[in-house]
């Protein structure tokens, strides 16, 4: 294709979850945007859908886009959806990247729980492929924690515009992305209304994207940090081991007044997620905590339980947060069941660990 600006940067559209060129503005939309910024734009497009099949995960994806951007000197990036995730994961291995700028669109950077759902589905289809994109996608899978525990290094010479749809709800939300997971807490962020998929069909109606696009010029207000706190939880036995086995057996939650609750939270996940050879790493995900909640794991190797505390979640400054709990050795004790325990009756007091480091130690017997 013959470009228009040639001298120009050009700006690349990535689209999302089982998106393509629909995903974006009709295309006279877009040749008056191109018009306005003087800049060629451009499609990357790559195989997606929410059916089950063996579609390639993100790892294999960032290697078509690194094809796809290597002919440019510079480039800026608009990405929807599970597309931000692509492209953060390509910086996060190319150092040598074009990128300049990069506009995130209702992007889930921690997780989308409709994921979950289509994950499912596609376990039981006939063709029992499933959908490893979708894994890759669910909250606390292992390509998220990998991701996001770069804390935004894949950012660092990158100008980042976060753009989500700041409310919750089914009449005037996002409704496939949560504002703790749209959330971007190394890059400006900016909220609209909107939902999921207007926004990435309506960005050149967005001065401050245009503006930014242009020349790089952020908007002044920027949006608060949502009051939902997330965690999420993994045990090692020690450093660099993988994260130990969890199951419904193994966690409990304990809410503020001392009753297990089996509300709350999951464990992720069932599948591997991509191309990590570690296998399949849980998670505990834990969505909206609240002060005074408390998770226990109780080993299946009786090596005793270990209690977190969520009230130095509560406190951080991320909504969604992550931490990797070491456990030392410990002389065998008899495993608590989580059945000994009767809903109607609080949990004894024990010991509990806060979570307000990335490494902690502290079973009990």
Known sequence: MQPDY?????????????????????????????????????FFTYRTSYL?????????????????????????VVAHSMGGLL???????????????????????????????LTG????????????QAQEIQPGSDFLWQLND??????????????????SGWTDGDLVVEPSSAYLPWAHNVTVQGDHHTLARRFPKFDFIVNF????????????????????????????????????ASVRRINAKGYVDRNG????????????????????????VQAGEIYEFLPGDGSGRVRVSMDAI??????VQLRSILMRPHEALQPVMPGAVPQSAPVDSQPVVPAHQPLLSSPTP
């Open 6 to 42: 040639p001298d120009a940067p050009p700006v690349v559209l990535i689209h999302g979850w089982n998106g393509g060129e629909f995903t974006w503005p009709a295309p006279d939309e877009l040749r008056e945007l191109e018009n306005e910024l003087h800049r060629d734009i451009y």
């Open 52 to 76: 089950a099949n063996r579609y390639p995960p993100l790892e294999i994806m960032e290697e078509e886009l690194d094809r796809f951007l290597f002919k440019y000197q510079a480039v800026d």
């Open 87 to 117: 492209l953060r994961q390509y910086l996060s291995h190319h150092p040598d990247h074009p990128v300049k700028r990069a506009v995130f669109l209702s992007t889930p950077h921690f997780g989308t729980n409709a994921a979950k759902v």
């Open 121 to 132: 589905l596609a376990n039981i289809s006939i063709t029992s492929e499933g959908n490893i």
């Open 150 to 167: 770069l804390k935004g290094a894949e950012l660092n010479d990158v100008e980042a515009l976060n753009v989500y749809v700041g409310v």
């Open 213 to 248: 696009l242009r020349d790089g010029t952020l908007p002044k207000a920027e949006a608060e940090v949502p009051d939902r706190r997330d965690a999420w939880l993994r045990f090692v036995k020690k450093d660099g081991d993988d994260p130990m086995q969890l199951s419904e």
């Open 265 to 288: 939270y999951s464990i992720c996940c069932d599948d591997r997620a991509g191309l990590f050879p570690s296998g399949i790493a849980n998670t505990i995900v834990a969505e909206d």
């Open 314 to 319: 509560r406190q951080g400054g991320q909504p």
